[in-house]
């Protein structure tokens, strides 16, 4: 068996890319490349294209001891032809990502979309290690999760399978960005914390963030980390809201699911544990009893690293 493989987590801020010890999960070498300004297909292959070969200059790992290269993108994907259908945050679309890699350096590659290798990278070696039955769920600019059952990730008619995100938690409620009312993404996400914050101060409410904030920048989960440690009125409540939707979209998910454990992961869930804490007490208290009975919540443990490893098992993956 070849011992290594690359892992590339392309996401709408940043592509990082890495090679993976696939007995032990090390991430022996890594690159971040920004994808904030000059997005579309070609400037996409090229820095993924241009970080591969970095890695190889970086160790002495040559080709031939790479087993596959795995992506997972944040976007629509269609997994069986290696096709990026949509991601609008990557000004991609009908994007033959598989072709135009494995043609520049004769490896195999595996396509997915980026909760699917965050869920596989917390399995194999992180938070969700040697469980097999588990919902993963990320916080962010959008909410994000992955529903995974018998050690495979549900994907669905579609593939589209664990969008806890559109959740609709309010039949006639604030709109998102996929068209609908009321979901929960737009309730619960840093971005949705974000919003609330804003509107109030503009409204002349104060709140300490205001010390953190520089002009033209936006809210981050750690100074809403910093907002609550010193009692900040405004942003608690924010950021109480929020977990108390989010606890109710888990709460379904377990009531639907029956699922062993939840992984949260994602910058707020790291940053803020006021936000964690208190979304999983809720989420427990919301559920059916059975079911919460034995649902154990766990933080995901490999931080930004969870999809590069995840991705470096997209091989292995039954379609
Ligand atoms: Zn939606």
Same mark, same amino acid.
């Given at each position: ?11 709408? /801020? ?34 993924? &294209? ?24 944040? !976007? ?9 259908? !949509? ?24 396509? !997915? ?7 596989? =990278? ?35 008619? /579609? =593939? &589209? ?20 009312? =009321? ?52 942003? &608690? ?29 994602? !910058? ?52």
């Amino acid at each position: 068996m070849k011992k290594y493989s690359a892992g590339i987590d392309l996401g709408g /801020t940043k592509i990082l890319i890495a090679f993976i010890n696939r007995e032990t999960g090390e991430v022996v070498a890594s690159v971040k490349k920004k994808t904030k300004k000059d997005k579309g297909p070609q400037n996409i292959i090229r820095k993924m &294209t241009e970080g591969i070969e970095e890695l190889f200059a970086q160790t002495s790992i040559s080709k031939e001891e790479i087993s596959s290269i795995g992506i997972g993108a944040a !976007g629509q994907v269609d997994r069986e032809n290696g096709i990026l259908i !949509g991601a609008p945050n990557l000004d991609c679309y009908d994007f033959h990502i598989k072709e135009l890699i494995s043609s520049r350096f004769d490896i195999p590659v595996y396509l !997915g979309n980026d909760v699917e290798i965050a869920a596989i =990278g917390e399995m194999k070696f992180g938070a969700a290690k040697g469980c097999d039955d588990f919902v993963c769920v990320f916080v962010g600019t959008g909410v994000g999760s992955a529903i995974v059952k018998n050690g495979s990730v549900i994907l669905g008619a /579609t =593939g &589209t399978a664990g969008e806890i995100g559109h959740i609709i938690v309010d039949l006639n409620g604030r709109p998102c960005a996929c068209g609908a009312h =009321g979901c929960l993404e737009a309730y619960a996400s840093r971005s949705a914390i974000e919003r609330r914050i804003e509107g109030a101060l503009k409204k002349g409410r104060h709140s300490v963030i205001l010390d953190y904030l520089e002009s033209g920048k936006s809210i981050t989960s750690s100074m809403i980390q910093k907002s609550i440690e010193k009692g900040d009125e405004l942003v &608690t409540a924010c950021v109480d809201e929020a977990s108390d939707y989010l606890s109710g979209g888990i709460a379904s998910i377990i009531n639907f699911v029956n699922p062993k454990l939840v992984v949260l992961g994602g !910058g707020l869930i790291e940053a803020v544990d006021y936000f964690y804490k208190n979304t999983i007490k809720k989420a427990k208290a919301k559920s059916l009893p059975v079911p919460a009975s034995k649902i154990e919540f766990k933080k995901a443990a490999l931080g930004d690293f969870s999809g590069v490893i995840g991705a470096a098992f997209l091989q292995d993956r039954k379609l």
